[in-house]
């Protein structure tokens, strides 16, 4: 038999000060210090996606930035992560990925 992981998407969404170019630079260097593999970066989308793997959290996050007036962005957070082990049944591997994030912007 062959088992399926299980991929559950959280979402939050922050809005900060600085425009979408500043961030998108930012964004970058936060998750590579965070702890993030393979970040890229698509400046046409405006986009940012990372892979984090750490002990029994697997997973992915993309970051969309959009201008939210003169100075502020928006960014839309969504992690994706495998819930295939009894860890991530008790706490949720997206939260832990986006709580990665978070802490590294601070």
């Given at each position: 038999?062959t088992?399926?992981?299980?991929?559950?998407?959280?979402?939050?969404?922050?809005?900060?000060?600085?425009?979408?170019?500043?961030?998108?630079?930012r964004c970058?260097?936060?998750?590579?210090?965070?702890?993030?593999?393979?970040?890229?970066?698509n400046?046409?989308?405006?986009?940012?996606?990372?892979e984090?793997?750490?002990?029994?959290?697997?997973?992915?996050?993309?970051?969309?930035l959009?201008p939210n007036?003169?100075?502020r962005?928006t960014?839309?957070?969504?992690?994706?992560?495998?819930?295939?082990n009894?860890?991530?049944?008790?706490?949720s591997?997206?939260?832990?990925?986006?709580?990665?994030?978070?802490?590294?912007m601070?």
């Amino acid at each position: 038999s062959t088992e399926m992981a299980v991929r559950k998407a959280v979402s939050e969404t922050l809005v900060v000060d600085c425009t979408r170019d500043e961030w998108l630079g930012r964004c970058g260097a936060v998750l590579e210090r965070s702890g993030f593999k393979s970040v890229q970066t698509n400046v046409t989308l405006g986009q940012i996606q990372g892979e984090y793997h750490k002990a029994t959290t697997w997973g992915t996050l993309t970051l969309t930035l959009s201008p939210n007036g003169e100075a502020r962005t928006t960014i839309e957070a969504t992690a994706t992560g495998n819930v295939d082990n009894l860890f991530a049944l008790f706490r949720s591997p997206g939260r832990k990925i986006l709580d990665a994030f978070k802490s590294g912007m601070v």
